[in-house]
Every structure is written in C-alpha cells, then in structure tokens.
C-alpha cells in the first residue's frame, strides 16, 4: 500500500467523486429519457476528441525524438480527417444545444436573467451586445 496519509487522500478523492456522480446525476435529472439520444450525438465527439489527443501526443513524441517529416505527413492528414468529419457534424451539434437550452433556461428562469441583465448595467462593468 502507498503511505499517503488519509487526510490527503480525502482531500484529492471526495471532491473528484462528488463532480463525477453530480455530474452524472445532473445529466440523468436534465435530459431525462432523451439521455440516449444525447448519448448517440455526443459519442462522436468523445471518439473526436480522443484521436485528436492520440495524435498530439503522437506529435509531441515525434517532436522530441526530431522526425519532422513524420510530423508533418500526420498533421496533414488529421487536418484532412478532421476536416471531413466535421463537414456535417454541426448539424447534430444544433440539435444538442435545441434540446439542451430549453432544458436549462425554462420559462422560471426569466426574472433572473432580467435581475441578472439589470445588475450587469448597474455595475461599472458594460457588456456591449
């Protein structure tokens, strides 16, 4: 076993638990039944953002080790990968956000945004539109 004292292992592993299931049970709370759908769309977009990653980190070790020529040939073809599979994905994406807006910003939510708007002008910081 490590010899970290509990103190600290609390202090990194309950806030870290506390986002993970609040997250989690905030999703299931807003989406509702419509979580697989959600699911569906935004599935893509992990698988994105995870070859994007395995690419950075492939040309960041290709960076250290100096191939340059390597480099170059796997930029170029995540550019053109990314930029295909992109092409129609935005699409999706407004459908995400049509689900999700109405979801967070519910009729209720009207006289805090106007409380909200009215203090922004109030204060000596201005919000141009």
Known sequence: MTNIRFRTFALYAYPEAFLYTGTFISLGKVLGPQWEHFYGVIKKYFIIAGIVIAVAIVLYLLY?????????????????L????????????????????????????????????????????????
Not at 67 to 77: E, N, R, Y
């Open 64 to 80: 250290k080790s100096n191939v340059s020529a390597i480099g170059v040939i796997l930029v170029v073809v995540m550019i053109s």
């Open 82 to 129: 990314i930029q295909d599979f992109l092409a129609n994905e935005f699409k999706q994406f407004d459908e995400v956000v049509g689900i999700l807006v109405p979801l967070f910003f519910a009729p209720n939510w009207t006289p805090w945004i106007q409380w909200f708007a009215s203090t922004c002008r109030t204060s000596s910081v201005h919000f141009s539109k």
